[in-house]
């Protein structure tokens, strides 16, 4: 869906926008040529913090323009047909020099996770993270999931927790599978206390581009969260 633009999200120039690069917030797309490719860019920015995508712009930043409206309409594709839910956007045209650059925003979704179908007709979820785009882990999906849930979640303080709390004091991070080996526990045992830790807060879920870890969250009083569990049992 194709919303009418709001000024403040078009505020600077398409040369002060170049100038500032691809970062989390913004990609270059030479040219449109698979809709399937654009509707994963378009679901990572949903799925973390909104960004936009110039279309008609090489990576190095040179504006070369789009060929044909054919662009804006493989977009629209990617936006209804490839990506779950649909993602809305708002667009403009910037007119430089005879060439024409598509300025595509996608606002931060209040309703992830959205999935991208590949070219395998599976339907894959992913966030952005600094200039790329990654498969978000699945402690991340059933985060979002939780996070929209209306019946809340349940949590136990077992040994299993607790074991989590005291390895994170003592170390940097933990990976998924890591924390199924060290604490002898199923993947979806390791899936439900991560991601109930996640949407807690006491946890933070870190994805780079090779692979996924968690973190205490460092504003998270392990002091205050032991009475807290404690005065609770």
Same mark, same amino acid.
């Not at 449109?32 to 990576?59: E, P, Q, Y």
């Given at each position: 869906?194709?919303?009418?633009?709001?000024?403040?999200? #078009?505020?600077?120039?398409? #040369?002060?926008? @170049?100038?500032?690069?691809? /970062?989390?917030?913004?990609?270059?797309?030479?040219? &449109?040529?698979?809709?399937?490719? @654009?509707?994963?860019?378009?679901?990572?920015?949903?799925?973390?913090?909104?960004?936009?995508?110039?279309?008609?712009?090489?990576?190095?930043?040179?504006?070369?323009? @789009?060929?044909?409206?054919? +662009?804006?309409?493989?977009?629209?594709?990617?936006?209804?047909?490839?990506?779950?839910?649909?993602?809305?956007?708002?667009?403009?045209?910037?007119?430089?020099?005879?060439?024409?650059?598509?300025?595509?925003?996608?606002?931060?979704?209040?309703?992830?996770?959205? #999935?991208?179908?590949? +070219?395998?007709?599976?339907?894959?979820?992913?966030?952005?993270?600094?200039?790329?785009?990654?498969?978000?882990?699945?402690?991340?999906? =059933?985060?979002?999931?939780?996070?929209?849930?209306?019946?809340? &979640?349940?949590?136990?303080?077992?040994?299993?927790?607790?074991?989590?709390?005291?390895?994170?004091?003592?170390?940097?991070?933990?990976?998924?599978?890591?924390?199924?080996?060290?604490? /002898?526990?199923?993947?979806?045992?390791?899936?439900?206390?991560?991601?109930?830790?996640?949407?807690?807060?006491? &946890?933070? @879920?870190?994805?780079?581009?090779?692979?996924?870890?968690?973190?205490?969250?460092?504003?998270?009083?392990?002091? =205050?969260? /032991?009475?807290?569990?404690?005065?609770?049992?």
């Amino acid at each position: 869906m194709c919303l009418k633009p709001n000024k403040k999200i #078009f505020d600077l120039s398409l #040369f002060q926008l @170049i100038n500032k690069g691809e /970062h989390q917030q913004q990609d270059f797309k030479y040219c &449109i040529n698979d809709s399937k490719k @654009i509707a994963k860019s378009l679901v990572a920015f949903a799925n973390t913090n909104g960004g936009r995508l110039l279309i008609g712009v090489k990576d190095n930043g040179k504006v070369v323009g @789009i060929k044909s409206d054919e +662009e804006f309409y493989m977009v629209e594709a990617a936006a209804k047909i490839y990506s779950k839910p649909t993602i809305s956007f708002l667009t403009k045209q910037w007119h430089v020099n005879g060439k024409t650059v598509l300025d595509i925003w996608i606002d931060p979704s209040n309703e992830k996770p959205h #999935f991208a179908k590949d +070219e395998n007709g599976k339907w894959l979820a992913y966030i952005r993270k600094d200039d790329e785009n990654l498969l978000a882990h699945k402690i991340q999906i =059933e985060v979002w999931k939780k996070q929209k849930s209306k019946h809340g &979640i349940y949590f136990t303080y077992s040994d299993n927790e607790k074991y989590l709390i005291r390895y994170l004091r003592s170390n940097r991070s933990i990976s998924f599978s890591k924390f199924i080996r060290q604490a /002898h526990i199923s993947r979806k045992k390791a899936e439900d206390i991560l991601s109930n830790f996640v949407v807690m807060g006491i &946890i933070d @879920i870190h994805t780079e581009s090779n692979g996924t870890r968690f973190c205490l969250n460092k504003n998270f009083l392990v002091s =205050e969260f /032991h009475l807290f569990t404690t005065n609770e049992t």
